[in-house]
């Protein structure tokens, strides 16, 4: 971004020549133009760094999901180990919690990685060169006991500091700084909030998946990712309730609206998608080249 701003400025200094020295029409117009994109460049550089600056995680602690068996990849092995350009899906979420992060000032208090026990010793090297900031966790037969599992194991090795909790699915490699940022920052307002964008699609609902029933208002409808983020407290009381009635739930928040209490719903980017298919793989490398490539700008 900061190598945009310095090109306008060159081609500012170029179009100021060409009005001064040759009278060309067209430059204050195309001065404009640049003037606006500079100003626009600035704005949004200027702002992710306030939010950054602005966003304390020393009290979350980040759950990392990677237990599954991914069947619909149809690969030789779980989708969170697939390579993904340099490294692998799993990869890419611990080097974002554990170093892109603290490296901009936002370290989390701890991260539990929620992981079979036939794979942990394949990734024991990376527990040890963070010293204590990394643990493991079992999985539950279900995504509803690895959070449990993961949530326990964050409270036994970082005590009290730890006031949040930040669930993430290891099969999201894209998800950015300021989406985690903005998330974090809703659930210490509300006292949980989930990454989501609004539904793009209309949505159809069937009985039997033969006749439609009826059309869902699209308006209404959020696609939910992750991070979720929730107050432990919370959430510790939402596993007791979920147990005690023998409730069904199918996401981390679904915990906390079966107490009655607010989540907030934080704005997303589309590009946070979930690795589910193979086609998934390649939407993530062009994604991922595209950052690259705006970087290298």
Same mark, same amino acid.
């Given at each position: 971004? /900061?190598?945009?701003?310095?090109?306008? &400025?060159?081609?500012?200094?170029?179009?100021?020549q060409?009005?001064?020295?040759? *009278?060309?029409?067209?430059? %204050?117009?195309v001065?404009?133009?640049?003037? !606006?994109?500079? !100003?626009?460049?600035?704005a949004?550089?200027?702002?992710?760094l306030?939010?950054?600056?602005?966003?304390?995680l !020393?009290?979350? *602690?980040?759950?990392?999901?990677?237990?599954g068996?991914?069947?619909?990849?149809?690969?030789?092995?779980?989708? +969170?180990?697939?390579?993904l350009?340099? /490294?692998s899906? #799993?990869?890419?979420? #611990?080097?974002?919690?554990?170093?892109?992060?603290p490296?901009?000032?936002?370290?989390?208090?701890?991260?539990?990685?929620?992981m079979? %026990?036939?794979? +942990?010793?394949e990734?024991?090297?990376?527990?040890?060169k &963070?010293?204590?900031?990394?643990?493991f966790?079992?999985?539950?037969?279900?995504? +509803?006991?690895?959070?449990?599992?993961?949530?326990?194991?964050?409270?036994?090795?970082?005590?009290e500091?730890c006031?949040?909790v930040?669930?993430h699915? $290891?099969?999201?490699?894209?998800?950015?700084?300021?989406?985690?940022?903005?998330?974090?920052?809703?659930?210490?307002? &509300?006292?949980?909030?989930?990454?989501?964008?609004?539904?793009?699609?209309?949505?159809?609902?069937?009985?039997?998946?033969?006749l439609?029933?009826?059309?869902?208002?699209?308006?209404?409808?959020?696609?939910?990712?992750? %991070?979720?983020?929730?107050?432990?407290?919370?959430?510790l009381?939402?596993?007791?309730?979920?147990?005690?009635?023998?409730?069904?739930?199918?996401d981390?928040?679904?915990?906390?609206?079966?107490? *009655?209490?607010?989540?907030?719903?934080?704005?997303?980017? &589309?590009?946070? #998608?979930?690795?589910?298919?193979?086609?998934?793989?390649?939407?993530?490398?062009?994604?991922?080249?595209?950052?690259? $490539?705006?970087?290298?700008e």
């Amino acid at each position: 971004m /900061r190598i945009s701003i310095v090109v306008y &400025y060159l081609f500012s200094t170029f179009f100021y020549q060409l009005d001064v020295c040759y *009278g060309f029409a067209f430059a %204050p117009q195309v001065k404009q133009l640049w003037s !606006s994109s500079a !100003s626009v460049l600035k704005a949004s550089e200027d702002d992710s760094l306030a939010l950054i600056e602005g966003t304390d995680l !020393s009290e979350v *602690g980040f759950l990392i999901l990677a237990g599954g068996t991914g069947s619909r990849m149809k690969a030789n092995m779980p989708k +969170q180990f697939l390579q993904l350009k340099d /490294r692998s899906v #799993l990869q890419h979420s #611990l080097d974002l919690f554990l170093d892109t992060l603290p490296s901009v000032g936002c370290e989390a208090a701890k991260v539990v990685l929620v992981m079979d %026990p036939k794979y +942990q010793p394949e990734y024991q090297s990376v527990v040890d060169k &963070y010293e204590g900031k990394l643990v493991f966790a079992n999985p539950g037969e279900e995504r +509803q006991g690895s959070v449990e599992n993961g949530l326990n194991k964050l409270v036994e090795t970082a005590g009290e500091r730890c006031k949040y909790v930040a669930v993430h699915d $290891s099969a999201r490699p894209l998800v950015t700084i300021e989406e985690i940022c903005n998330v974090v920052n809703d659930a210490k307002e &509300y006292g949980a909030a989930v990454l989501g964008v609004p539904c793009k699609a209309t949505i159809k609902e069937s009985d039997d998946g033969v006749l439609v029933q009826r059309t869902i208002q699209r308006s209404r409808l959020w696609e939910v990712h992750t %991070p979720q983020v929730i107050l432990i407290e919370t959430l510790l009381k939402g596993f007791k309730k979920v147990a005690d009635e023998n409730l069904e739930v199918t996401d981390d928040v679904s915990i906390v609206e079966q107490l *009655g209490e607010p989540v907030k719903l934080t704005r997303g980017e &589309y590009t946070n #998608l979930k690795i589910t298919t193979p086609e998934d793989m390649d939407v993530a490398t062009a994604i991922l080249d595209d950052r690259q $490539s705006k970087i290298s700008e």
